[in-house]
């Protein structure tokens, strides 16, 4: 028993290590999500068209953000090794791709949305119901958008270096450039959306500009820090004299990596279809969406910064050859998920509360709480999940987290969501809770997949 139990549960020591890496992430994240919460009933308070306008535009900057993400997190693998290596060489390298990748991406995302946009708005807006005007919906969207082009390249940017200097055991700056970058959004928000201290009202605009000055700030932190301290950071020395990557290590980057940005993008494209599905309902629909996926990031943020620092630690531990790395990666999927336990039941408990901040209609504040409700009782499957993604992807093996990921949502919550909406009258919140559980097999895939160690591979020396 007690064997059995050492598998699963770490000593002092290893959370220690754990959380000085992943509370900075968390702590980051929170703050950026709950200035978003902010910003989102700033919005939702000028009106629920307005508010499902910058809604629709965000599910479809989604989808970038997490193209990006994708694009990085191969060369990521490689950067987290050469850390526990100590090649500084290596890391510059990788970091290179990253930049490379990140201007090639937010290229292909200008020609998307300039070229699909209003098609791709198109697609939320149904039946509007008694909640929401289609047409004012959409010209808010447009609005909204028409400023948030400007969020790609500096968003792409900061996701390069943040990403780097955590991988390399540096989570305190991005912490910090994050902080101000926030700050910087709730001021602008509360003086451009409601014209205060003599500014315009802007409406949607005005949080448009507040988001794009505070994405500006964070990158120039991270930036100005990261090459003013290269004595902490040593392979910033000489990062722009050339953007030389050796031919051997970019295709082995492009192999591990293309899978991850394909499987980014395919899992993102899938969740806007999810809610474009769920859309079917209504528009009130979209603006309950809106409400309770901004309120279910706010707690989500502890997962998905334990599997960020899962990814770190089991990337290095890898590239170091350490012999119990399979043990460490049971131990952390155990702890992330108790704590998610938790963090669920404490958003379940309070799930009533947060619609009743916003100027929408009854009718959606009750769709908003039932699907928060959803959120929080899968939370738990969720922080499963998330763990495996990184356990699996840490090692390089991308093309079974393409399957585990993508391959997944597009065979199975797609198709459910699409049968569910189209061909029954199922109301939305037993619907929403039907496709979330579809998470339940893809714990038994992941604890498989972890069982058998097949991620557990240093790909420095392949």
Not at 118 to 129: S, W
Not at 311 to 317: H, L, P, S
Request: hydrophobic share 50%; proline share 3%; with cysteine.
């Amino acid at each position: 028993m007690r064997q059995k139990l050492k598998k699963w549960v770490g000593t002092r020591e290893f959370y220690q290590r754990m959380m000085i890496i992943a509370v900075p992430i968390m702590i980051q994240n929170g703050i950026t999500n709950f200035v978003n919460m902010l910003d989102n009933i700033m919005v939702g308070r000028i009106g629920t068209n307005q508010m499902s306008g910058v809604a629709i535009i965000n599910q479809l900057l989604f989808v970038f953000n997490l193209c990006i993400f994708g694009g990085i997190s191969g060369a990521g693998i490689f950067t987290a090794q050469f850390f526990g290596k100590g090649d500084q060489e290596g890391i510059r390298y990788s970091f290179r791709f990253k930049l490379l990748t990140c201007l090639a991406v937010s290229l292909a995302g200008y020609f998307v949305l300039i070229r699909f946009r209003d098609p791709l708005i198109l697609r939320y807006l149904h039946d509007a119901g008694e909640s929401g005007n289609a047409e004012a919906t959409r010209l808010y969207a447009r609005e909204y958008l028409q400023v948030m082009y400007l969020h790609l390249l500096p968003f792409a940017l900061t996701q390069a270096y943040a990403g780097t200097l955590r991988e390399c055991n540096e989570t305190m700056l991005p912490m910090k450039a994050g902080l101000a970058a926030v700050l910087i959004n709730l001021c602008l928000n509360y003086i451009l959306i409601y014209g205060k201290f003599g500014a315009p009202a802007l409406g949607v605009t005005g949080a448009a500009i507040a988001t794009i000055v505070s994405r500006f700030a964070e990158l120039a932190i991270v930036v100005f820090y990261a090459h003013t301290h290269t004595d902490r950071f040593p392979f910033m020395k000489g990062l722009y004299r050339s953007m030389r990557i050796p031919a051997a290590l970019v295709r082995s980057m492009l192999i591990k990596g293309t899978p991850l940005l394909v499987n980014e993008a395919l899992w993102s494209m899938g969740q806007t279809i999810l809610v474009q599905n769920y859309a079917m309902r209504g528009l009130e629909v979209i603006a309950a969406l809106n409400i309770s996926s901004t309120i279910s990031n706010l707690f989500n943020i502890v997962f998905i910064s334990l599997g960020n620092a899962v990814a770190i630690i089991i990337g290095q531990e890898l590239g170091a050859h350490k012999e119990d790395v399979k043990e460490d990666a049971f131990r952390l999927t155990f702890f992330a998920v108790a704590v998610c336990f938790v963090v669920g039941a404490a958003l379940l408990l309070t799930a009533r509360i947060f619609p009743e901040v916003y100027n929408t209609e009854e009718e959606v504040k009750r769709i908003a709480t039932g699907l928060i409700c959803v959120s929080a009782v899968c939370m738990p499957l969720n922080a499963f999940n998330n763990a495996s993604y990184f356990i699996l992807r840490s090692g390089g093996n991308t093309f079974i987290t393409f399957l585990f990921d993508a391959v997944f949502t597009w065979v199975v919550m797609v198709p459910l969501s699409y049968v569910l909406t189209h061909y029954t009258g199922m109301p939305i919140i037993p619907l929403f809770l039907l496709c979330q559980l579809t998470e339940l097999l893809k714990c038994f895939l992941g604890f498989a997949m972890v069982q058998k160690g097949i991620w557990i591979n240093d790909v420095t020396t392949t």
